[in-house]
């Protein structure tokens, strides 16, 4: 019997036999006098027993939330709407309290729900919260920034958004665990929830928990994944599909990151793919700063030769290593650097695989500039000349102040959010973060991630799901031609392959911060949602 329960016991069997009258007590036998005794010091002990217990039990954490109403005009359309800035709490299948998940919801008001289409949205990382999405593009405020240009002072500056997607459809921003204001509650821990497949399991449970709490099931609904956010978007369509039975009408991949070791993993375990996939995101980034000594006037033509030339000669050489001949390898170490703006004695000196962070650092440096990983048309002053890599990236110098200063702004002026508690732009969780992942595809778990088989197989149970992938020609975290990749390994069958499509920008990683590209960022989005419900 558990020790609450045995304690309750002896206190009814204490309340019905222990008679406290001292003038009773006079004809009590001594024995029975003892017993008495003893039995009331029980009962004074269990009662303190208890009130420790209460003592030590953890106060139950509580979800907040902010709501507030709101108006935008979105291209000459008037659109009220409610904001709901807050937690939810999340517990396991024990019904024990795990996780507060923060979210910012904006509803329309008015209208039939179950029509409406609903969009939860995050960023990347792994780490990091969802403001760069939400201020950049998506939400109804947006960060002010002028492209191209370090923005370290203030006054930072927010307006209403022409280009949020509220148009189209209901949208809640989502913070994983550890970013923003979630974090673990209870017994949990952080590393409870950092990896692929827990961080997969996690957001999906928090859309089953919204659709429930908010009486959503009904609406077509989309997932919207940036950067890292696509390897959760591809594991979270098809565990929403399995184990859920919750069908999506699209997802959309926002500059994704699909597969650990392959495409997307430039430097990871020597694979050659990865180094042939980047080559044109080096070269695109050479012609945008004049580094090369023949620039061509086409710019898509010149991408598809570097394309053809690391497919045709490059990717070869890289999988013959040393049984490549000394003509070969010479000729394609002169081809790399004619393409790169760069030398053949460096790519011969780096054995044919030159990873971002020292491509960025070696391009300009005889200018002592470094450039961009996230957006490579961004440039800044090196703090080491010397250095083999990256000392810091630049991009982020550039608009990470103005961004943040004014999602702040924005969330405790607008909103009134108070939490009482850091909000976390970013947990640095990469560093902890468990890559292996059970796919759909294997008893067996993989070390590394793909979760782009995770997304084939969920068009194929729903082949009525749409995908839009979105990509910047100079981002070099997720290079375009490694998006190109993951989307040609797809397994899925040709009748489907239309069900993908992809659209181009002439900007980096974060595309909506070009104001060209975000213009036709929404136009795409947009598009994309009209067709798809």
Request: proline share 5%; glycine share 10%.
């Amino acid at each position: 019997m558990p020790q609450r329960q045995f304690a309750a016991s002896r206190r009814r069997f204490v309340y019905y036999t222990c008679n406290t009258n001292p003038l009773e007590q006079r004809h009590m036998k001594p024995g029975k006098l003892i017993l008495a005794a003893l039995l009331l010091l029980s009962l004074y002990a269990v009662a303190d027993d208890d009130k420790a217990d209460e003592a030590d039990k953890k106060p139950e954490p509580e979800a907040q939330s902010f709501v507030s109403q709101h108006e935008i005009r979105i291209d000459g359309q008037r659109i009220k709407y409610t904001a709901t800035a807050g937690t939810l709490l999340m517990r396991n299948k024990d019904d024990e309290p795990i996780a507060l998940i923060g979210y910012t919801a904006y509803v329309k008001q008015g209208g039939n729900q179950a029509e409406r289409p609903l969009m939860f949205a995050w960023n990347g990382g792994p780490g990091s919260a969802s403001l760069w999405l939400h201020m950049g593009v998506l939400g109804p405020q947006r960060a002010v920034i002028e492209d191209l240009v370090m923005q370290g002072k203030g006054p930072f500056r927010r307006v209403s958004n022409d280009f949020s997607i509220l148009d189209r459809v209901d949208l809640v921003m989502v913070d994983p665990v550890g970013t923003g204001f979630s974090h673990a509650v209870g017994d949990a821990e952080g590393k409870d929830f950092w990896g692929v497949d827990n961080d997969i399991e996690s957001v999906s449970q928090f859309i089953i928990r919204y659709l429930t709490d908010n009486g959503r099931w009904a609406s077509p609904k989309y997932i919207l994944g940036e950067s890292y956010g696509g390897i959760r978007a591809g594991g979270v369509s098809y565990t929403l599909l399995t184990k859920y039975n919750i069908g999506l009408n699209g997802v959309v991949l926002v500059s994704p990151y699909m597969d650990v070791a392959g495409a997307g993993g430039v430097g990871v375990g020597q694979l050659a793919v990865g180094y042939a996939m980047t080559l044109s995101g080096y070269a695109a980034t050479a012609w945008y700063h004049d580094a090369l000594a023949n620039k061509p006037a086409d710019f898509k033509a010149f991408l598809a030769e570097v394309d053809a030339f690391a497919v045709d000669e490059y990717l070869p050489v890289l999988v013959k290593g040393r049984r490549a001949s000394d003509a070969d390898r010479m000729a394609v170490a002169k081809q790399l650097g004619a393409y790169t703006g760069t030398t053949a004695d460096y790519w011969l000196a780096a054995n044919f695989r030159v990873k971002e962070s020292q491509f960025v650092q070696e391009l300009l440096r005889k200018r002592g500039q470094v450039v961009g990983r996230i957006d490579s048309r961004v440039v800044g002053y090196t703090t080491n000349p010397l250095s083999e890599s990256m000392p810091y990236d630049p991009f982020f110098s550039t608009v990470g102040p103005a961004f943040v200063a004014a999602f702040h702004d924005y969330y405790r002026n607008d909103l009134g959010v108070v939490m009482g508690r850091e909000y976390v732009v970013s947990g640095g969780l990469y560093k902890d973060w468990d890559r292996s992942h059970m796919g759909p595809s294997s008893p067996y778990r993989s070390a590394a991630a793909d979760t782009g088989i995770d997304l084939a197989y969920a068009m194929i149970q729903n082949p009525t799901m749409k995908v839009l992938v979105q990509q910047g020609y100079y981002d070099l975290a997720t290079p375009y031609r490694a998006t190109e990749h993951f989307i040609d390994q797809l397994n899925v069958p040709d009748s489907l392959r239309d069900n993908v499509s992809i659209e181009y920008y002439e900007a980096g990683h974060m595309m909506y911060v070009h104001p060209p590209s975000l213009a036709k960022y929404k136009q795409d989005l947009g598009a994309f949602i009209d067709a798809s419900h």
